[in-house]
Nanobody, 115 residues
Framework: QVQLVESGGGLVQPGGSLRLSCAAS????????MAWYRQAPGNQRELVAL???????NYADSVKGRFTISSDNAKNTVYLQMNSLKPEDTAVYYC?????????WGQGTQVTVSS
């Protein structure tokens, strides 16, 4: 069973940075795309950033210029570098990927931006 495991969440002050990691149990070359979503309390889950050889990279307007998605194929890991964090970035962040026609999700990691 293919798994996605996130890490790197935590508490950070406004203006700070965090890097999230998503480790896949299969080669990320096998994924059509990989992405990061987030869900704040009372809100719907929303796409934050996406990366794929066929899709390129895409970002939500709210994070453009602050967040960067990248991948390390040798480590089967996708990253989300988050800079200039704002309180409204507070959410559970989920790793997501499309593997052989199946949509996969990680368990989520909490990011809290607060002073």
């Amino acid at each position: 069973q293919v798994q996605l495991v996130e890490s790197g969440g935590g508490l950070v002050q406004p203006g700070g940075s965090l890097r999230l990691s998503c480790a896949a149990s299969e080669s990320i070359f096998s994924f059509y795309y990989m992405a990061w979503y987030r869900q704040a309390p009372g809100n719907q889950r929303e796409l934050v950033a996406l990366i794929g050889s066929a899709t390129g990279t895409n970002y939500a307007d709210s994070v453009k210029g602050r967040f960067t998605i990248s991948s390390d194929n040798a480590k089967n890991t996708v990253y989300l570098q988050m800079n200039s964090l704002k309180p409204e970035d507070t959410a559970v962040y989920y790793c997501n990927g499309r593997f052989k026609g199946v949509t996969l999700w990680g368990q989520g990691t909490q990011v809290t931006v607060s002073s």
